[in-house]
């Protein structure tokens, strides 16, 4: 069966105002009668609540933190795009939204990422009026940088803390609408299923998480703002609590999982160390704009580093290999996260790699230390030719822009990178596939949307960096808030929805069936035992370098420690009480579910795109090899009992506005 | 290295709770505090205990989940970071480490480590932000020069976590600096003026409603603050609180 996504008619550029102008809408008065649901308060659904609220819904919102302000948007370092043109440096919003198809290597929805090019400069207009302080040249006016796989600067940033600042802002519109009575907040509360009456999302079954309460909640439309899944591999740069359960809940109950392959792994993170290592660090791109990426030439220097003969910093600049800017001359170190971490994987894989595992690169700021000294001796009248100084007025330049990324670093690896170059590795970051929805963000469920990166839609297969931020105060603050009236406009004689119905008794009995079965399980391992497993065998095989053999081993390991984690799991506590322990288990028994689903994804895509790379479709040198005539097209999942039985169902990708081309950074 | 633990375990809010020892091998100086505690967490987890719970989410220092008074420090002996940056490097084998949740009237504990702030929440409800609705009519971004000064310093009071380390600092258990920091943000910057009167009258009355102390300047929350909030945000808010009290 072909999906249908419900893009509206006509020329691109007035798609999104001509579907405004004369979709339905529901009045003031009636607003006061009508609830919804947000379930997640990260930028996305922080920003939904926040708007849906200030237009007089009544909003319940969820998150399994202590606060809405700690969601996982936070931690977003580099900053987020914006087609203004500041710069004047020829950027417009046909080239926001180029770039962003470009850069998803055409697989995302022509008409969704126009729309999210033409939103994106209202998104700095609101925040700036909310008081976000971003980051000011001396003018007084809004700066930018560069981030990977443009051409020009649209990022605006407040130094290495732009999600946190973004977030505190959605953050601070919530608390007023909270205020008013017209947001009802439920902090440490998970949702653990959506509860569907008449073929129409109408509310979520939650667990109290410091009670172990189970509840009902209903309303007249659920919208899912709940993140992604990078964490399916344990270690990734997600928060320690981020999951798939909201997700992969509203699946089972009839929503398509599109693309669930998509996964972007980052170039730019801290390198493992041990074992017991439990999340991974991200190192934001932004570096990428000064600091340049390289391995020695030579293995006799590889081997003397890992000897501690030598240092990085005592290998000449020839015997340096700055392999992006050897393969990738036009975009150099800025080409697109996908490109950089296959890059960096395949000298490590050559041997090259710069640590005691092998997996490691540096990158290195020495360039443009040197660069920005000289400016600042110049400007000053200082000696030019004087390294020390030239270096120590270099080194305040790059503090200023990157200090407290430089601070992180130095406090999780013992060294310091103003004088030696940074180790870095590639680590998964963000998930690109995620619930499928139309136009409107609403899924395959009547009345349930996602929206952030919780959704599918924007990113193709491989997001550009600082365009999540984008995308989920985007989808939050500006395209939701329209599209749901729709809907919501023949619910104004609804009235309340009741919770004593058979389906939240249904919905409620399989929540406490599943707790109890955990925690009477009473097995020899831990939920951590299982989640380790999974994520080395998600790493391992459905990874940075994809093969039909490796994806159909995932496929049956995966199954397998499902079935050993249902007879052998561990749940120490009692159901009734705070029990990380039982949140995890939970968690952890959907990402078995989840794993195998994207396995049989990745098996299905015989190509190469984005963040989704089969090795058997590749050029001799390595690039991706990318298969339109075949793979044009959005796989979305159908839940039919077991992950490996999902049904196919696709939705064609037309582009009519962006010549499709072999996606070259060269 | 071997560690001996002293962990404050506590069942619930209204179970009184006492300092339990856990002796612990094998930790790596180059874990982090909270890996160190996963380990002892999986131990006591096969030996069919229950595990320690304490509050964490990022793990990079800025989601402000994470609290933990080590040592009688708010995240542990070292400076600039959260307890989930901070890393076992910093202690030595032999050490005893004692691990209590943060204290303070205003932040009961709801099991072990793990404390409730939700009165935190309740302070920026009370007019942590600014009246301007998402309308998409907002004037252009660039329309007000902001003097790059101010956004600096604007800035640097946003950059608070939230995660309550000044109050559990606080001899008085006093939220001045966590308040301050909103207060100063908006008061520095063009947009927050408007609303600075009620603003900072609003969230100082909450902020004592809420049961924290006063401040008595013994500077010891920005020492512990793991994001450097300057003390100058505190002479910002009772001046602003001042001022906004003779205008009434």
């Avoid at chain 1, 104004?492 to 069936?513: C, L, N, Q």
């Avoid at chain 1, 998600?538 to 994809?546: P, V, Y």
């Avoid at chain 1, 169902?649 to 037309?654: D, R, Y």
């Avoid at chain 2, 007019?127 to 902001?146: E, K, L």
Wanted: with cysteine.
């Amino acid at each position: 069966m072909s999906m249908n996504s419900k893009v509206p008619d006509g020329e691109i550029k007035d798609k999104w105002t001509k579907y405004k102008d004369t979709i339905n809408l529901v009045n003031p008065a009636n607003k006061r009668n009508i609830d919804v649901i947000v379930v997640g308060t990260g930028l996305a659904g922080g920003s939904a609540s926040a708007t849906l609220a200030e237009l007089g819904y009544n909003v319940k919102a969820f998150c399994y933190q202590d606060s809405p302000r700690r969601a996982h948007s936070i931690a977003a370092q580099g900053g987020i795009n914006a087609a203004k043109n500041y710069q004047g440096d020829g950027d417009s919003t046909y080239r926001l939204f180029y770039d962003t198809v470009k850069g998803g290597d055409y697989r995302s929805r022509e008409a969704n990422v126009h729309r999210l090019a033409e939103v994106s400069a209202n998104i700095i207009d609101q925040c700036v009026a909310q008081g976000v302080p971003f980051a000011r040249d001396y003018g007084g006016l809004l700066d930018n940088r560069s981030f990977g796989g443009v051409l020009v600067s649209r990022t605006f940033y407040a130094k290495g803390q732009t999600g946190q600042q973004l977030l505190l802002g959605a953050y601070s519109a919530m608390n007023r609408q909270i205020a008013r009575g017209k947001i009802k907040m439920y902090n440490r509360h998970e949702m653990l299923d959506v509860v569907i009456v008449d073929g129409k999302a109408r509310g979520i079954i939650a667990r109290n998480l410091v009670t172990g309460e189970i509840e009902r909640h209903s309303a007249h439309a659920v919208v899912l703002a709940s993140g992604g899944y990078g964490n399916v591999y344990f270690l990734s740069t997600n928060a320690m609590g981020s999951n798939v359960t909201a997700g992969w809940k509203a699946h089972k109950k009839g929503a398509y999982f599109a693309n669930p392959c998509y996964t972007q792994i980052h170039p730019t993170c801290i390198p493992r160390s041990g074992d017991y290592q439990s999340k991974l660090t991200l190192m934001s791109e932004s570096l990428r704009n000064d600091g340049r990426i390289w391995v020695p030439k030579h293995k006799k220097d590889v081997e003397a580093i890992k000897s501690g003969e030598i240092k990085a910093v005592d290998i000449k600049e020839e015997d340096r290999d700055y392999y992006l800017e050897r393969r990738y001359p036009a975009f150099g170190n800025l080409v697109p996260r996908d490109v950089a971490s296959r890059a960096a994987k395949e000298r490590c894989d050559a041997g090259y790699g710069v640590n005691q595992t092998g997996e490691a690169v540096y990158l290195d700021f020495s360039s443009a230390i040197n660069r920005y000294g000289k400016e600042q001796a110049l400007l000053k009248g200082l000696d030019v030719n004087n390294e020390k100084t030239v270096a120590d007025l270099g080194k305040d330049i790059v503090k200023s822009k990157y200090g407290n990324l430089f601070q992180m670093y130095e406090k999780i690896v013992d060294e310091n990178p103003y004088e030696t170059p940074m180790m870095i590795y590639p680590a998964v970051h963000y998930t690109m596939g995620g619930i499928w929805v139309d136009y409107n963000l609403m899924t395959t469920v009547p009345g349930l949307y996602a929206i952030g990166e919780a959704n599918f839609s924007d990113h193709g297969a491989n997001r550009l960096g600082a365009s999540a931020l984008m995308q989920g105060l985007a989808d939050g603050y500006f395209v939701l808030p329209y599209t749901i009236g729709d809907y919501l406009s023949d619910d104004i004689r609804t009235g309340p929805i009741s919770i004593d119905s058979k389906e939240f008794d249904e919905a409620e009995k399989t929540v406490v069936d599943t707790l109890n079965k955990l925690i009477n399980n009473k097995g020899v391992n831990s939920v951590d035992y299982y989640h380790k497993k999974l994520g080395k065998i998600m790493w391992d095989k459905c990874g940075m370098a994809r093969t039909e053999k490796g994806l159909k081993e995932a496929m049956t390991e995966i199954k397998n420690l499902r079935e050993d984690f249902w007879k052998n799991v561990s749940v120490p506590g009692e159901v009734n009480e705070l029990n990380t322990e039982l949140e995890k288990a939970g968690r952890v028994a959907d990402f078995l579910e989840l794993g195998e689903l994207f396995a049989k994804d990745a098996l299905d895509r015989n190509e190469s795109c984005g963040g989704h790379f089969r090795e058997e479709y590749s050029t001799p040198e390595g690039e991706a090899e990318r298969d339109d005539k075949n793979f044009s097209y959005v796989s979305a999942w159908e839940y039919k009992g077991e992950p490996s039985k999902a049904e196919l169902h696709k939705e064609a990708l037309n582009f009519e506005n962006i010549e499709v081309k072999v996606r070259s950074y060269k | 290295m071997n560690l001996n633990l002293k962990i404050w375990r506590q069942k619930s809010n209204s179970d009184k709770g006492k300092i339990v020892d856990y002796p612990i091998s094998n930790v790596s100086e180059h874990m982090s505090f909270l890996e160190m505690l996963d380990v002892l967490n999986e131990g006591l987890i096969s030996k069919g205990e229950e595990p320690v719970a304490f509050d964490h989410d990022c793990r990079e220092g800025i989601c402000g989940m994470c609290s933990l008074y080590i040592n009688g420090e708010a995240h542990g002996p070292d400076r600039g970071v959260t307890t989930c940056q901070l890393h076992m490097r910093k202690f030595k084998d032999g050490d005893t480490i004692y691990i209590e949740p943060f204290r303070a009237t205003a932040l009961p504990v709801i099991k072990d480590l793990i404390v409730d702030r939700s009165s935190f929440d309740r302070i920026q409800q009370a007019g942590g932000f600014v009246s301007v609705n998402t309308s998409g009519n907002t004037q252009d971004a660039n329309a007000i020069p902001i003097r790059k000064e101010n956004a600096d310093l604007a800035f640097d009071a946003a950059t608070c976590i939230g995660c309550a380390a000044c109050v559990a600092t606080c001899k008085n258990a006093s939220a001045m600096l966590y308040v301050s920091a909103k207060v100063s943000q908006f008061a520095l910057l063009p947009q927050g003026e408007v609303e600075a009167k009620e603003r900072v009258i609003n969230m100082v009355n909450k902020m004592d409603e809420e049961g924290f102390g006063n401040c008595t300047n013994t500077g010891a929350c920005e020492v512990e603050c793991p994001k450097g909030i300057s003390l100058d945000n505190i002479a910002r808010m009772n001046r602003e609180f001042l001022s906004a009290n003779i205008k009434k």
